[in-house]
């Protein structure tokens, strides 16, 4: 197994809850990707600053809202996103992209706190060189999978990694590394990242007797001919606890219309358990998820459908995971966002059946079945042709043959959801579809005008369909278009401020909305069911020795940014007499370092504020102390400026972006974990420019 070592990072406290029924953790929610929450009342009114609320009417003016409203929480990135947030037992998890300068932005696993948004964790996948590999811009492009006390997730270097989180969730530190498989040097697959999205990495469906399901993202050069790795896999099995590959899957070839880039659906169906994955060279896969063994197969094209360079022609592939229902599997067919718009497909096939499900079978002038081929499966000039397949397993289709734009569906990158027996699926032309699941019969649709990358969400008969213009656009699920559409001057839709491609998700009576650049909490959320307030401390013996370091007098007023239980600021007080003030925006952290000062006595000497560092001024202090992550270290700077020259600031684990610290002490505990301690001197040393040529 290959292994990579990257950054973590930990600073904020966890509010740890049993895992909940209404926790959405992992893509699609459960099992059968199919988005739908079982909670009640969502929030259908909110606004953000710098955003709009759309009327129903398209002729009135939008109004434009200058303030957030009925926003849990907000959470910014340095970076982009483009994957959905997963939300399990307090803790809400999200693939972005960073940014660090000049330099080409990579990926960047982030995890926030669910009760307020603050940030607990960071993980940190550095880009491949390649652009035909990794664009960059879009950095982790799949949902993550939370089970228990483990997650899995693909980063930008299509690297398989498994985390165990339970350290975080006891608040005993960051999650440990249990495995990594870098699937580029185990397997030699050559991931294709497009340039204009969607950016899919696979986002891992629950588990099944241990084993999770890979899609390797292996696909063509930048030429968009030939697949340079034809004989690697594109999709492979592993064993979830320890990342040993159980088998794997080749059937796509030198086939592949792009890359692997959706995600497969885990389920048992009728009996008979399914690892169902739709593949790069535009067909459903089922596999027999103890041994790789195909089940059933399914072209998603229609025969003479054909692949063309430019605006990649009639024959698609699926973006998106496939969705069960009722044990029928739906899904979506289309082509990366950079050939724009055209004809897709929306199938309903019987997963139940076996071998061949295709609508039509390709064969030659004599009536002999034809092998598959990438281009184009029936040549009419050639004599070639398709006939129906006695065997298909097709219930039902909507495609792109209507004469009204609006009853025609167009390439798609968007799952569908389905509740009460009613089928709702966007395009990426910007048509929400209603349509009956049984039969295929067609309801309705709304046109977003714009791009959709997004899959509808249902809530309590309520859909949410958010867009790249930046809109969530709120419909009722009905099969009666006046009922499901609103008119007039009713809100049809809340612009977010700036682009989505990322599905919103709902979990715990709160939405949650990804735009490109925030993550958005909507509405009150749940109510704490006694809320036990932990953190991730600092070892008594490094609190000692960073004083020690910062040589902490009973002369010094020592800051503690982020103060926890108050540790720092009781050792500080009681092992130097200094005055110490800790700044902490936890309520019950607060109460508890309070309780912490006082049992010691030392309430003449050390204070806890309930206040944020950065709206404190702290600026007569003589020592900082500080654990926190290094994009926060850097945007204290100009707070950092305001102290007094002399003025020490010791951090460990962590250093200051950009400044040199004046001394780095190694303090290894008893039980082998090595800290690093960096101490600083008021004004920084900053590193010398480089010499002129």
């Known amino acids: 197994m290959l292994r990579r070592v990257l950054m973590v990072v930990v600073f904020a406290s966890v509010w740890p809850s049993a895992a909940s029924a209404e926790d959405w953790p992992a893509l699609g929610r459960s099992r059968s990707r199919n988005s739908v929450s079982p909670e009640r009342n969502p929030p259908l009114a909110w606004q953000v600053k710098k955003g709009s609320i759309l009327p129903a009417n398209p002729d009135e003016a939008k109004t434009k809202t200058v303030e957030d409203r009925n926003i849990r929480w907000k959470a910014d990135f340095d970076g982009r996103t483009y994957g959905s947030p997963i939300v399990s037992q307090g803790l809400v998890w999200i693939g972005t992209s960073f940014w660090d300068g000049d330099k080409k932005p990579g990926g960047m696993l982030r995890c926030f706190r669910e009760s307020d948004g603050n940030l607990v964790y960071e993980r940190r996948s550095e880009p491949l060189p390649s652009r035909a590999n990794d664009s960059g811009w879009t950095g982790i492009g799949g949902s993550p999978l939370v089970e228990e006390d483990h997650l899995w997730y693909v980063t930008n270097r299509w690297e398989v990694v498994c985390l165990d989180i339970g350290p975080l969730l006891r608040s005993e530190g960051p999650p440990k590394e249990r495995w990594i498989v870098d699937v580029i040097k185990e397997f030699g697959v050559f991931p294709r990242a497009t340039v204009m999205g969607p950016p899919r990495h696979c986002s891992i469906a629950p588990s099944l007797a241990d084993r999770i399901f890979i899609t390797t993202g292996n696909g063509i050069d930048e030429s968009n001919i030939g697949a340079p790795a034809p004989k690697a896999p594109a999709l492979v099995c592993l064993d979830k606890n320890n990342g040993k590959t159980l088998w794997t899957d080749r059937s796509p070839g030198g086939n592949v219309h792009c890359t692997e880039a959706s995600s497969p659906l885990v389920a048992e169906i009728a009996g008979r358990t399914q690892v169902i994955v739709p593949q790069g060279d535009g067909w459903l896969r089922s596999f027999d998820p103890t041994d790789g063994k195909i089940l059933w197969v399914c072209d998603l094209n229609r025969k003479e459908a054909i692949l063309m360079p430019g605006d990649g022609g009639t024959r698609n592939v699926s973006w998106s995971s496939p969705v069960l229902y009722e044990n029928r599997i739906y899904v979506t067919t289309g082509q990366m966002a950079e050939n724009g718009e055209g004809p897709g497909r929306l199938l309903c096939l019987d997963p139940t059946k076996s071998g061949d499900l295709s609508a039509e079978l390709a064969v030659d002038r004599d009536g002999k079945q034809l092998p598959q081929r990438r281009v184009q499966a029936v040549v009419v000039k050639d004599g070639e042709r398709a006939i129906p397949n006695p065997n298909s397993g097709l219930f039902w289709e909507l495609d792109a043959s209507a004469v009204d734009f609006e009853r025609q569906f167009h390439r798609s990158l968007s799952s569908v959801a389905i509740h009460d027996g009613l089928l709702v ?122 004083l020690k370091v910062a040589h902490v007098t009973d002369k010094d007023l020592v800051v503690d940014l982020g103060s926890g239980d108050g540790r720092i600021l009781v050792a500080a007080a009681k092992s130097s007499g200094a005055r110490a003030i800790g700044y902490e925006i936890d309520p019950k952290l607060v109460e508890l370092s309070r309780d912490k000062i006082k049992q010691a006595k030392l309430e003449k000497l050390a204070a806890v504020q309930e206040k944020d560092f950065y709206a404190a001024d702290w600026s007569e202090a003589s020592v900082v102390t500080a654990f926190l992550y290094p994009s926060v270290l850097e945007k204290l700077k100009p707070q950092f400026s305001k102290l007094k020259p002399g003025t020490r600031i010791v951090a460990h684990t962590f250093e200051i972006p950009g400044a040199i610290p004046d001394e780095v002490v190694e303090f290894k505990l008893p039980v082998g974990d090595l800290y690093r301690i960096f101490l600083y001197k008021c004004p920084f040393r900053e590193p010398s420019p480089p010499p002129k040529p």
């Open 425 to 546: 699926a966007t395009d990426a032309s910007g048509l929400i579809h209603c349509l009956d699941a049984r039969t295929g019969k067609w309801h309705w649709s709304h046109n977003v005008l714009d791009f959709c990358f997004a899959a509808p969400l249902v809530v309590d008969g309520n859909i949410f369909q958010a867009d790249e213009a930046g809109n969530v656009t709120i419909l009722r699920l009905s099969a009666d278009r006046k009922v499901a559409i609103p008119t007039g001057s009713s809100q049809l839709a809340v612009n977010m401020g700036n682009g989505i491609y990322a599905s919103p998700v709902f979990a715990n009576g709160t939405l949650y909305v990804a735009a490109a650049d925030k993550l958005y909490a909507i509405g009150r959320g749940r109510e704490q069911k006694a809320p036990k307030s932990l953190f991730v401390p600092t070892p008594q013996e490094v609190v000692t020795q960073m």
